[in-house]
């Protein structure tokens, strides 16, 4: 029940947001030639439109000392380094989800996943090979992160649960999990800040 709610809340909330978006953009059809700068004409009077960049607001980070300031200047270093390859997981996954969907049948798709597991793996072993184990562990979690599914539930849908247990096992032998998930407002909190930050370019 709380489900349904919350999907109706969902539905008209974006509903109203487009017919507010709509509006506007009727009212916009007056734009004023002034180069980067929206507005429009309401009666006799002028109206800037002005587009806001989102801004980050996080408490400072008081560091009670330099252990502590050196795993922060580490977790920073770790997620620029693993942060463009869980992306470049979540880009690889649409991609591949929709060429797919183009093939003929079962035996096809299976055909093409097994090859571009093999590519994959050929092309980017040397620099994963390079990652330590902290820095491999991260990545797992960003995959979470970036694609909402952990890299044991992703393995699965695509190349079958045989195989997601498979690399499972193989990285547990390194203390690792393919189904840990990320939690951002949790234990990952500090990891998510940092996120923010790599992704706006302020750090």
Not at 163 to 186: H, I, M, Q, V
Request: with cysteine.
């Amino acid at each position: 029940m709380k489900v349904a709610v919350l999907f109706l809340t969902v539905c008209f909330t974006t509903m109203h947001a487009q017919d507010t978006l709509r509006r506007t953009e009727l009212k916009m059809k007056k734009i004023l030639p002034t180069g980067q700068q929206f507005g429009y004409i309401e009666g006799t009077d002028t109206v800037p439109i002005v587009f806001l960049k989102e801004v980050l607001v996080f408490q400072p980070l008081n560091f009670k000392n330099e252990k502590e300031r050196t795993e922060y200047n580490k977790l920073v270093r770790d997620v620029k380094k693993t942060l463009p390859f869980a992306k470049l997981v979540y880009e690889t996954l649409i991609e591949t989800y929709e060429y797919i969907e183009t093939l003929p049948n079962d035996k096809a798709r299976d055909k093409h996943l097994k090859q571009m597991e093999k590519d994959l793996f050929k092309q980017y072993k040397p620099e994963l090979k390079k990652m330590t184990l902290s820095q491999g562990k991260l990545l797992i979690k960003l995959i979470d992160r970036e694609c909402h599914q952990s890299s044991y539930k992703l393995v699965g849908a695509f190349l079958g649960s045989f195989r997601a247990g498979f690399w499972n096992l193989f990285a547990g032998l390194f203390g690792a999990s393919l189904k840990t998930e990320y939690d951002p407002k949790g234990k990952d909190a500090m990891t998510e800040r940092v996120c923010q930050l790599v992704e706006r370019k302020l750090i």
